[in-house]
Every structure is written in C-alpha cells, then in structure tokens.
Nanobody, 123 residues
C-alpha cells in the first residue's frame, strides 16, 4: 500500500514556473510507475505525465510536452513535476498517482491517489 501527499501548488501568472512534489510512504514506492493527472473545473480528470519505476522512461500528454518534466527520487520516495511556461489552460487540481500503466488508449491510473494540489494560472 502507498500513501501519497502532494504539495507545491499555487497561484501564478502565465509564463511562470512551478514544481509539484508528491511524497510517498511505504517501502514499495520504487516498485510503482508514477504519474500526474489533472482535473480542470467542469472537465474529466486527464493524464499529464508518467515515469517508470526506474525513472528511465517518461511519457507526456501532448498538451504539456516540452513544458513539463516528471522525475523521481526513489531514495526520497518522491516524484516531481516541473512545470514551465504555464498557461491559463493548465489551471487544474493536480493529482499524484501510483501504479499507472500504459494501454493502447493511453495511461490508465493505478489504485493509489493523493488528495490533489491546486494550480491556478492567471492570464
């Protein structure tokens, strides 16, 4: 079992940068592929970025590719999302997820979620 706690959200202007962190508890953190999903007001939750258990492989949604970078530190049981060149359409609650896997339809979330952290980008 994995417990996830996100931090780092906030309010900022378009063009700015923000780094989200997701701290995981449990000795099995390094066994899980990790992902960030996000949910904008009135919209369904969507995939943003994922990273393999080793950190060797990453995958991004087209909407964030080239602007966001996902990374992890297995020694610290933490996954990060560096967000640059933020846009108003990036405004959402960002959720950390453990156990994601890739299908023909894209990344499917695993069973473990954090509580979410709000990111608001003003124009």
């Amino acid at each position: 079992q994995v417990q996830l706690v996100e931090s780092g959200g906030g309010l900022l202007q378009a063009g700015g940068s923000l780094r989200l962190s997701c701290a995981a508890s449990g000795r099995t953190f390094r066994n899980y592929a990790m992902a960030w999903f996000r949910q904008a007001p009135g919209k369904e939750r969507e995939f943003a970025a994922a990273i393999s258990w080793s950190g060797d492989f990453t995958r991004y949604a087209d909407s964030v590719k080239g602007r966001f970078t996902i990374s992890r530190d297995n020694a610290e049981n933490t996954v990060y999302l560096q967000m640059n060149s933020l846009k108003p359409e990036d405004t959402a609650v960002y959720y950390c997820n453990a156990g994601t896997y890739l299908t023909a339809s894209g990344n499917v979330p695993g069973n473990y979620w954090g509580q979410g952290t709000q990111v608001t980008v003003s124009s």
